[in-house]
């Protein structure tokens, strides 16, 4: 059973940092790109950043320089490290992974819970 397990998220107040990360289980064969997306209530879901098996990275321009993105293989799970939060950052934070699972043909996404980050100012 394919399980996508995030914490990290909180409140804090502007200028401060979090880290979120979300834990991928050993259902996965392999895992190609991982992901943060974010959702205010009444927007859509919206990308903050993207990591590729091979470590390449994008982000959105709003958090470009501020957040930072990065895996570790060894253990499935993707981390954001986020800095200089505003409270326009503030949103409920979800982890996308793009994988095959063992008794899986073709790749597909899964997506965690989200987890809720508030921003005060």
């Known amino acids: 059973q394919v399980q996508l397990v995030e914490s990290g998220g909180g409140l804090v107040q502007a200028g401060g940092s979090l880290r979120l990360s979300c834990a991928a289980s050993?259902?996965?064969?392999?895992?190609?790109?991982m992901g943060w997306y974010r959702q205010d209530p009444g927007k859509q879901r919206e990308l903050v950043a993207t990591i590729t098996s091979g470590g390449a990275t994008n982000y959105a321009y709003s958090v470009k320089g501020r957040f930072t993105i990065s895996r570790d293989n060894a253990k499935n799970t993707v981390y954001l490290q986020m800095s200089s939060l505003k409270p326009e950052d503030t949103a409920v934070y979800y982890c996308k992974v793009r994988g095959r699972t063992y008794d899986g043909i073709y790749e597909s996404d899964y997506w965690g819970q989200g987890t809720q980050v508030t921003v005060s100012s």
């Open positions: 050993r259902s996965f064969f392999s895992i190609n790109t």
